[in-house]
Structures are given as C-alpha cells and as structure tokens.
C-alpha cells in the first residue's frame, strides 16, 4: 500500500520520500519515483527525527504524511498449554503498531506547524495513518493487532482536533483484505474463502484502490478527524 501510494503522489508531482527499516526496498522504489530513501526504524525517536531534519535539509519540510508501518502476528492470550501469551509479543504490536505511528504522527505534526499557510486551503498539511478493520471486529489470534489498530482509530480525532488550530488535519484508513504479498502467501482455497466472505466486490481490495483514498483524503479539505473503512463491507467473523 506504502509502495503504490509512492506511485500515486509521484505521478500527481509529489516529491516523494520512502522510509524503511530495509533501505535496499526503500530505495527501489524511491528510485522509481525520483525520490529520497531513508532508513528509519518508526519505534525510535531519534531515528525518527533524524528522519525529518534529512527531509527537512533535502527537500523542505513535508506537507504530507503517511503511515503505512505495521506489523501483524498472531497470538493466542491462552494457547494450548494454557500458558499466557508472552507479554512481549503484545508489547512489541502496540510498539511498532500504535507507538511507531504516534512517534511518526508527532514529528511531523511538529514540522508542519512551522510551514507557512497554504493561500488556497488555509492549511498546513496533512497526516494520513493506517489501522484495520480488526480495529473493530478483531478475530480470535488478533488480540494485539487489534489493540493497536485500535489505538490508531482512537488517536485520529483528539490529534485532528488539537493540531486544528495550525491548519492540519488527521485522518485514518482502516482496510480490509487488501492484495498483499501476505495474502498471496496463502493457499489458493483460503484466499478463494477469505474473498469470497467480502460482500461486494468479491475480491481482495487493490493497494492502488488504498492510494486513490490517500489522495481524495489529502485533497477534500473537510475530510478531518475520521476514520474510513475500506472493505467492501466486510465484517469479519470471530475466527
């Protein structure tokens, strides 16, 4: 989704900069869109804000944010042995999930104030996180995942409201099965299962269709402080 949205804003004459723990990925599709790679780990703060004053020193400060890191395995808060779940596994979701993004939502909330206001729209910027529908109907395993998306979904209107008043908006996207390398790692029965549970359009969502909303998002000035789904009208079960 981080990688087609790149594309997207590149194509519309965005100057575009990738962050990545992996600066090879990073920069392979910097390259492709004539932009800046840059290694960040989102869970550090001065990495983060190393991140930024690079940005800042190359190419200004951003107008726009993205967040598309996260991480998602699957653990069980009891699991067979009627052991507890190890409470790092749940530490580290929330860590990279929900703190990674707060720690990217806050840096760049703080350099955007700085900007000067755009003449047209009388704003600064805006930042654009991701959550999930496990945000709201979290499966059996997703105790963690949905906890942290969760907590993403919870940020976007106290942040929205308080970084209103410096003319920046916040918003979040929440997907549902999107086409991603982890979907197409599973067996073709369970991905048949898995899209065709998906009410309309029976199919996997695109990560051109996630970039598409990026850009309506940033261009629709009254689009602030909400959270929208994108799923197909997907609900999904308990397991």
Known sequence: MGEETARHLAKLGAKVVVLDQNFVLAKKIADEVAGLAITCDIVEEKAVISAFAQIETKLGIPRICIN????????LVVDKHHDPMPLHDFSRVIEVNLIG???MLRVAA???STLDLMSDSQERGVIINTASIAAFEGQVGQIAYSASKGGVVAMTLPAARELARYGIRVLTIAPGLIETPLLYGLPQK?????AGSIPFPKRFGKPSEYASLVVHMIENEMLNGTT???DGALRMPPA
């Open 68 to 75: 598309c890191a996260g991480i998602a395995p699957g653990k």
């Open 101 to 103: 993004t707060f720690n």
């Open 110 to 112: 703080a350099r955007m």
């Open 228 to 230: 929208v789904r994108l």
């Open 190 to 194: 369970v991905r048949e299962s898995l």
